[in-house]
């Protein structure tokens, strides 16, 4: 069975940094393209940062362009966002979402999420 847990949220403070990590279990995690998610209170959910391996690329929303790196250690089947220079507006629950390669129908993954508060 297929799990994804995201781990490393909490509370910083404005201009802080956190990492988060998203860690597969079940599964090697170098056949799935993973994406990060978050949904604010009583906004809908919204893409964050994709990290596809073949071939290799990534992708950011507009507003963490610059601010958010995703990364990945397969051999450590873990997908990282790091977060810097964090606002208010990135407070969010944070998703982790794999969805296999090549997979049709799609196979795919979330995780329970976690959360990321920016507040001084």
């Known amino acids: 069975q297929v799990r994804l847990v995201e781990s490393g949220g909490g509370l910083v403070q404005p201009g802080g940094s956190l990492r988060l990590s998203c860690t597969a279990s079940g599964t090697n995690f170098d056949i799935y393209d993973v994406t990060w998610y978050r949904q604010a209170p009583g906004k809908e959910r919204e893409f964050v940062a994709i990290i596809i391996s073949v071939p290799y690329s990534t992708n950011y929303h507009d507003s963490v362009k610059g601010r958010f790196t995703i990364s990945r250690d397969d051999a450590l089947n873990t997908v990282y966002l790091q977060m810097n220079s964090l606002k208010p507006e990135d407070t969010a629950v944070y998703y982790c979402?794999?969805?296999?390669?090549?997979?049709?129908?799609?196979?795919?993954?979330w995780g329970p999420g976690t959360q990321v508060t920016v507040s001084s």
């Open positions: 979402y794999a969805r296999r390669r090549n997979s049709s129908p799609p196979i795919s993954y």
